[in-house]
Antibody, heavy 117, light 110 residues
Framework: EVQLVQSGAEVKKPGESLKISCKAS????????IVWVRQMPGKGLEWMGI????????KYSPSFQGHVTISADKSINTAYLQWSSLEASDTAMYYC???????????WGQGTLVSVS | QSVLTQPPSVSAAPGQKVTISCSGS????????VSWYQHLPGTAPKLLIY???ERPSGIPDRFSGSKSGTSATLGITGLQTGDEADYYC???????????FGGGTKLTVL
């Protein structure tokens, strides 16, 4: 089955670090971009950044550059989103998605809820 | 505030047709493919349209997409109560070198 499975919900304190994961199966992980998307409570979708697992080429939205790090380990078909110092404003649902269709993210993870307080 | 502008809400009766607009600029919609997503509460977003007007496998032809200049439109015909959701347009912005989503449109099926 083609799917992205994300790690479970997290409850953290401000200043703590965190790394959440997105594991792919059923397709060629290395050859399709993976995007991370944030949805804050009651708000819309925000494009955070994107990584090409094949060579780890990464692009960040200016809104998130410097605050998060996106990485991937193609040996275990997993992408990551990490923070070195969480803030209360990082409280949100985070989705990963794969761009297997031109300009379209056709596979989505189930989301990881991050609560910081 | 998103660089892609969508109406906050639209509504229509069951069985009717609705359109959702997405307005951008030459740096995004004008020169890149547009995609559309349906987001139901508590679920992951679902891709409805890619490459401006293509439907992924399994998406019914009640959903359609179009693009003209710096604007794109999602059309939904034969509205069903199950279509009530938030809808987002998305594209690449060549000027910012980032992907962007619209602010989202809440569809109510009256």
């Amino acid at each position: 089955e083609v799917q992205l499975v994300q790690s479970g919900a997290e409850v953290k304190k401000p200043g703590e670090s965190l790394k959440i994961s997105c594991k792919a199966s059923g397709y060629s992980f290395s050859t399709y971009w993976i995007v991370w998307v944030r949805q804050m409570p009651g708000k819309g979708l925000e494009w955070m950044g994107i990584i090409y697992p094949g060579d780890s080429d990464t692009k960040y939205s200016p809104s998130f550059q410097g605050h998060v790090t996106i990485s991937a380990d193609k040996s275990i078909n997993t992408a990551y989103l990490q923070w070195s110092s969480l803030e209360a404003s990082d409280t949100a649902m985070y989705y990963c998605a794969a761009e297997r269709l031109q300009g379209g993210f056709d596979i989505w993870g189930q989301g990881t809820l991050v609560s910081v307080s | 505030q998103s660089v892609l502008t969508q109406p906050p809400s639209v509504s229509a009766a069951p069985g009717q047709k609705v359109t959702i607009s997405c307005s951008g600029s030459s740096s995004n919609i004008g020169n890149n493919y547009v995609s559309w997503y349906q987001h139901l509460p508590g679920t992951a977003p679902k891709l409805l349209i890619y490459e401006n007007n293509e439907r992924p496998s399994g998406i019914p032809d009640r959903f359609s997409g179009s693009k003209s200049g710096t604007s794109a439109t999602l059309g939904i015909t034969g509205l069903q109560t199950g279509d009530e959701a938030d809808y987002y347009c998305g594209t690449w912005d060549s000027g910012l070198s980032v992907g962007v989503f619209g602010g989202g449109t809440k569809l109510t099926v009256l």
